[in-house]
């Protein structure tokens, strides 16, 4: 090792790691690595980008919809030069910026490698063959994680996307294959199909997005099914040509697709196994997450973690609370010593929302009714309203193919014996949005009961899908003889 350099903190991941160093960090030396670009997994290849294809995709899809509606409207294939461009360019431009910003502080020194640990509260940082050694006070560990891919015959010589490299392609795919059906493999699948791509999705489980309530991915599948190919219940056994010719995907139904991208979207996995935790004392669980405990410390002294590298909800707006609960604590054990918890931060992790941005979109917060169930048996009160049942539904009806249920509904989920919401499940346009009220009921442990008139709702808006689900799950509350 060439050189030796000790801080009073060390954060390794500069995405949500990046955002802890603040002006309060002005007297502390600090140093940030990254091996790859500022801004980590959501600003270069997550949500950010992910959400701006999502939304040339949703204009191609309403544009569609015109004919049904008495507005005829010609969609050709969607200009993927202009929207990648776009796209790319203006993640790029932010990284740059926010590694800029950092470089230009003299408090921080940037590195722009690869961390591990080579004892405790110790690092090996690899710059292009040159390494320093790295001593710290406090390190924090936001390391992320990667897509994981599967172990399939020929897939190596074949070639494949993740979502890591899909949404740089030189041009748009006639034909994508995806593998995968949850978050990642349903939007892309939807960019793709609704930029005039002809999708194939292989899903190993009974629906897509099998994470989610039941009658969420039901619903979510069938609608998915009437505008790509959905393969469910199937897996890849082989593959084979590729490497600039078209690719064949083998599926365990003896069946034979023929693509020319295929893209791999089965999963992510933690980055700890790139950092020899071991040598660090610091502990991971069965999954690789860094264990931590409520003030978001992992079991070395001085070391913490926070977002995807030790969380089992691998959100953003989780990642950035973690980032805010560390930033708080490390200042504390850098000012005060890390002996006496009074005033530290504890994180909390109920009520995190989550939206799928697809069409329809789908958004979820808590237990879903078959958790609930496991968790509180017959405590479980449900209460549901569709949108084709409020005169907003109205104008939306023709949606998907005329049939009113689909245009989707709400589904709220509540225990008897407190009043209270346990979950809430939504497949409607602008779930994202109409999925906040509930998530505020539950994070402030409001009862169900009065909730809906506790306010007015706008006539005639989607919210009002909200409102009579409330409605609906108030009644089926008060009445002893409901069990749903
Ligand atoms: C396609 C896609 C779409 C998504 N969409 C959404 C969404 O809409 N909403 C949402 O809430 N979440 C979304 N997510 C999830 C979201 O991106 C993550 O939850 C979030 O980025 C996690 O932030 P993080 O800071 O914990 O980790 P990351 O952002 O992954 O940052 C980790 C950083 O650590 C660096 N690193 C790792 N190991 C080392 C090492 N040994 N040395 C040096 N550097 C290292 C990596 O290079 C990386 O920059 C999406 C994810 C994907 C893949
Ligand atoms: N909108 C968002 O918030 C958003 C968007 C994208 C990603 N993310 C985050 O990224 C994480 C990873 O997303 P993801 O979609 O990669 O994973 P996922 O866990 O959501 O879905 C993986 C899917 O692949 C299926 N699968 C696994 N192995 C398979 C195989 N061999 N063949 C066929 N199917 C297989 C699984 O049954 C599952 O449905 C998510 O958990 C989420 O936290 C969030």
Redesign the pocket.
């Known amino acids: 090792m060439s050189d030796h350099r000790h801080y009073d903190l060390v954060i390794v991941g500069a995405g949500s790691g990046n955002t802890i160093v603040d002006e309060r960090f002005e007297d502390f030396r600090v140093a940030v690595i990254d091996k790859g670009p500022f801004g980590g997994t959501c600003l270069n290849r ?2 950010i980008p ?1 959400k701006m294809y999502v939304l040339p995709a949703d204009t191609a899809t309403a544009a569609r919809r015109g004919e049904a509606l008495g507005v005829p409207a010609e969609v050709g294939p969607a200009d993927w030069a202009r929207i990648r461009d776009r796209v790319v360019g203006r993640v790029d431009e932010q990284a740059e910026e926010g590694r800029r910003g950092r470089e230009e502080a003299d408090h921080i020194d940037v590195y722009r490698g690869t961390a591990r640990f080579t004892g405790p509260l110790e690092l090996a940082v690899d710059v292009d063959g040159e390494v320093t050694r790295v001593t710290a006070d406090q390190l924090v560990l936001a390391s992320g994680t990667r ?1 994981v891919v ?1 172990d399939i015959p020929g897939l190596e010589e074949a070639g494949y996307e993740t979502s890591d490299t899909v949404m740089r392609l030189d041009a748009l795919p006639r034909r994508l294959g995806v ?7 349903s ?1 892309l699948a939807h960019v793709f199909a609704s930029y005039g791509s002809q999708v194939v999705q ?4 009974e629906h897509l997005l ?2 989610q309530d039941v009658d969420v991915a039901r619903h979510f599948t069938a609608a998915a099914d009437e505008r790509w190919d959905v393969r469910l219940g199937t ?2 056994t082989e593959v084979s040509g590729g490497a600039g010719e078209p690719t064949t995907l083998h599926l365990d139904d003896g069946s034979t697709v023929e693509v020319d991208v295929l893209l791999l ?4 996995r933690p980055n700890s196994d790139l950092l020899d935790l071991a040598h660090g004392g610091v502990d991971v669980d069965d999954a690789g997450r860094i264990v931590v405990d409520e003030h978001q410390r992992a079991s070395a002294a001085g070391v913490w973690s926070l977002g995807d590298a030790s969380s089992d909800v ?2 953003k707006h989780v990642a950035n609370q973690d980032a805010r609960v560390v930033q708080h604590n490390v200042l504390r054990a850098l000012t005060d010593g890390a002996g006496d918890t009074a005033g530290w931060k504890v994180s909390d992790h109920h009520a995190v929302p ?4 697809t069409h329809p979109q789908v958004a979820r917060v808590g237990l879903t009714e078959a958790e609930a169930r496991e968790e509180h048996g017959d405590d479980v009160v449900v209460g549901r309203h569709d949108v084709a049942d409020i005169a907003y539904g109205w104008a939306l009806a023709g949606e998907l193919d005329g049939d009113g249920e689909a245009t989707g509904f709400v589904k709220l989920v509540a225990l008897r014996s407190t009043g209270r919401l346990v979950g809430a499940h939504l497949v409607a346009p602008v779930a994202s949005v109409l999925v906040q009220p509930l998530v505020m009921a539950m994070a402030h442990d409001l009862p169900v009961a009065g909730l809906a008139r506790s306010m007015y709702w706008i006539h005639p808006a989607l919210t009002e899908v909200v409102e009579n689900a409330l409605v609906s799950l108030e009644s089926a509350l008060a009445d002893p003889d409901d069990a749903a």
């Open positions: 997550g949500c992910s897509p599967p593998v995968g059906g949850g978050y990642v493999g939007e292989v899903e190993a489980g099998g994470d897996e890849v979207a089965i999963g992510r691998p959100l989550q939206a799928v941005f």
